[in-house]
């Protein structure tokens, strides 16, 4: 069973799923899994000035490019 | 009656004598209930709805309607509500949600009902469309017309299954990391997975809100283009949906590839493939040149970062959308697929807002450093050989775990970067299996993929050759 969890949404998160009676075994592998993955996205940086959303980036890259022929 | 026939084909039958009509309805749902069965590709046939539906548009006399009689099936995921309170199955291909119902008609089902088409049923998807073999414990796992120990590739299985077995000329999927595209290549098929907010989602079971996308299978790119000029369009049920002018794809298609700028990724895509397959993607550049495109290196940044960042937002947000469901009825999930959902209830609501932060920095960085250099480019779609299912079931296969989770390598990033893509096939590997590339465009660049996609489909002549069933 996952040992020495700190992270109380985690260990929150855990309790549910010991009470869902999720085989131990997977929530070692899920938990794992999941930590590994939060890891990645820890080591990124946010940049400054983005838009909000993916379509406001697709919208100006498009009026930017507006002229391309093919 | 049908077998291996275009949309155009079809209609041609349908206008040379009107009584064909429903014979070919017939005859592609008894061979959609035959070969669906060889296959274990088919979910259900609803023939009474499906004569319904042909009496309908028949009686209208409509036509020039694009798709008028053409009988077509889709992945499971796609709802259908009928008359009089009743509807079709809604159950992602899982245990877990056996006897639901859908509520509504997708989107997208309600266009091709309007375009003439006959929808005739359901195909087998993966489980909650979460996986990348095709492999479905309840559901069955389809096999591969080509050579049926192998596998379709998922999640959309029973599509790419049916349609490259010539029962019907096109099948909707969806593509959140490679659905569309992995089966599609797997089974020798043009597969086209759209810009994010070209096609609307509305009515289909969702994985991932931010990443699902819907697209077409099919064994040409004319009748690629024909479906994606249908389904296109803006949907205010849609939240990630966009108003945006749609080309005329047919018109489009056949402009030719002349000077169009090409990029050989040189980092990622081939490094992380088979040396077979990065060596019959090269091959493809040099065919490329001949029709006269030109060819440039490109480098994409960070790119391998995007491969695992798309698995934790697919993950995260499965497990918004299924988390109850995977608690409550956990026991009638595949251990594989409920551990993916699962893997995403750990992610903070802090963490989301990074993720999805991130990933808009990412896109606009990439797509403004690439589509600088270059209109598109090409990567190979399996970074592997097409698996047996034997050797790809994580059930039975200790081995399976490291060959499953490179499949998605080539397919994630570009279902991270939103944009779009079409698998084609290019020819046979050492066990009859096919081989594919995908080519991949700037934001709302359809057009351009489906006048490459047509120039290399001449070129390559991949379904001079039909599988047998």
Not at chain 2, 391 to 409: F, M, Q, T
Request: charged letters at 25%; a positive charge; proline letters at 4%.
């Amino acid at each position: 069973m996952v040992k020495n969890v700190k992270n109380n949404y985690h260990l929150k998160i855990l309790n549910e799923l010991e009470k869902a009676k999720i085989n131990k075994e997977l929530i070692d592998n899920v938990y794992g899994i999941s930590k590994k993955q939060i890891e990645t996205l820890k080591n990124t940086i946010i940049q400054d000035k983005i838009p909000d959303t993916v379509q406001e980036v697709f919208t100006d890259f498009l009026e930017k490019n507006k002229n391309d022929k093919f | 009656m049908i077998n291996f026939k275009s949309i155009s084909e079809i209609k041609d039958l349908i206008f040379e004598n009107k009584n064909n009509f429903f014979e070919i309805l017939e005859s592609t749902i008894e061979q959609l209930e035959s070969k669906g069965k060889t296959l274990n590709a088919l979910r259900f046939t609803d023939k009474d709805f499906a004569i319904f539906q042909g009496n309908k548009i028949f009686s209208e006399k409509n036509f020039e309607l694009p798709l008028f009689g053409v009988p077509l099936a889709h992945k499971e995921l796609f709802q259908r509500k009928l008359k009089g309170g009743q509807a079709w199955p809604n159950e992602g291909g899982s245990e877990s949600r056996k006897n639901l119902l859908s509520d509504q008609t997708a989107k997208v089902i309600s266009l091709l009902d309007k375009a003439g088409s006959i929808d005739c049923g359901r195909l087998v998807s993966v489980e909650y469309a979460f996986g990348v073999t095709g492999h479905n414990e309840y559901a069955g796992t389809p096999k591969n017309p080509w050579n049926r120990t192998y596998v379709c590739g998922g999640s959309s299985s029973g599509s790419a299954a049916i349609v490259a077995s010539g029962v019907i000329p096109v099948a909707l999927g969806t593509d959140t990391g490679g659905s569309v595209r992995l089966p599609a290549a797997a089974c020798g098929l043009f597969g086209l997975k759209p810009t994010q907010g070209l096609v609307s989602r509305d009515g289909v079971f969702p994985l991932s809100t931010s990443l699902d996308t819907v697209g077409p299978l099919s064994r040409n790119v004319e009748d690629i283009a024909k479906v994606l000029q249908i389904i296109s369009g803006k949907d205010k049920n849609d939240n990630l949906s966009v108003k945006i002018n749609i080309p005329d794809f047919l018109t489009e298609m056949k402009k030719g590839i002349k000077k169009i700028s090409i990029g050989l990724p040189k980092n990622y895509f081939l490094d992380g493939s088979d040396k077979i397959i990065s060596d019959n993607t090269v091959k493809v550049f040099s065919i490329c040149e001949k029709i006269g495109a030109f060819i440039k290196d490109i480098s994409i940044p960070n790119i391998e970062t995007a491969n695992d960042l798309n698995m934790l937002l697919i993950s995260t947000e499965a497990a918004i959308s299924h988390k109850k469901i995977a608690l409550e009825k956990n026991k009638s999930f595949n251990q594989q697929t409920l551990m993916r959902i699962l893997s995403g209830v750990f992610t903070s609501s802090e963490e989301y807002k990074k993720l999805k932060k991130y990933r808009i920095g990412f896109i606009r960085n990439v797509i403004s450093k690439v589509f600088e250099e270059v209109d598109l480019f090409i990567a190979p779609v399996w970074p592997c050989l097409i698996p047996s299912i034997n050797e790809s079931d994580l059930g039975a296969n200790d081995k399976a775990a490291h060959l499953v989770r490179r499949i998605g390598h080539n397919t994630r990033p570009i279902n991270y970067l939103g944009l779009p893509a079409i698998s084609i096939p290019i020819g046979f590997d050492e066990n009859g299996l096919p081989l594919s590339i995908q080519l991949v465009g700037k934001p709302f660049s359809e057009d351009l993929l489906i006048r490459a996609a047509f120039s290399l489909e001449k070129e390559f002549c991949f379904w001079d050759k039909k599988p047998k069933i």
